[in-house]
C-alpha cells in the first residue's frame, strides 16, 4: 500500500521561504511521476509544481521562477523548495504520487495523496 506523507509547512512572513518534503513508500518511487498541489480555503485544489520520471519539471505561471520541485529517488522523497513567498502562497499543500501525463499536464493518482501541510504567509 502506497503511503504518501508531507511535511515542511508553517508559518512565514512575506519573501521568507519554505522547504516541503514528500515521503513515499509502498512503491518504487523512481519509475513514477509525482506532482505538488495547494488548496486555499474554498478554491479547488490546484496543481502548482510537476516532475516525471526522468526529471523533467513543470510549473504553473504564478510559482514560475519562485519555486523549485525536485526529487531524490535514493530518499523516496520530492522537495518542493519555496522562495519569495507571497500572502497568495498561503494554501495547504499536497503531494501527490504516480499519476498520469496527459497533454504533458500531470493528472493525481486519486489513491495517492498525502495528508497536506499548512503554509500560511503573513505579517
Known amino acids: 500500500q502506497v503511503q504518501v506523507v508531507e511535511s515542511g509547512g508553517g508559518l512565514v512572513q512575506p519573501g521568507e521561504s519554505l522547504t516541503l518534503s514528500c515521503v513515499v513508500s509502498?512503491?518504487?518511487?523512481?519509475?513514477?511521476?509525482l506532482g505538488w498541489f495547494r488548496q486555499a480555503p474554498g478554491k479547488q485544489r490546484d496543481l502548482v509544481a510537476q516532475?516525471?520520471?526522468?526529471?523533467?519539471?513543470e510549473y504553473v505561471g504564478a510559482v514560475q521562477g519562485r519555486f523549485t520541485i525536485s526529487r531524490d529517488n535514493d530518499k523516496n522523497t520530492a522537495y518542493l523548495q519555496m522562495n519569495s513567498l507571497r500572502p497568495e502562497d498561503t494554501a495547504i499543500y499536497y503531494c501527490n504520487f504516480g499519476g498520469s501525463l496527459i497533454g504533458g499536464t500531470y493528472n493525481p493518482n486519486p489513491y495517492n495523496w498525502g495528508q497536506g501541510t499548512q503554509v500560511t504567509v503573513s505579517s
Open positions: 509502498g512503491s518504487i518511487f523512481s519509475i513514477y511521476h
Open positions: 516532475i516525471t520520471m526522468y526529471g523533467k519539471t
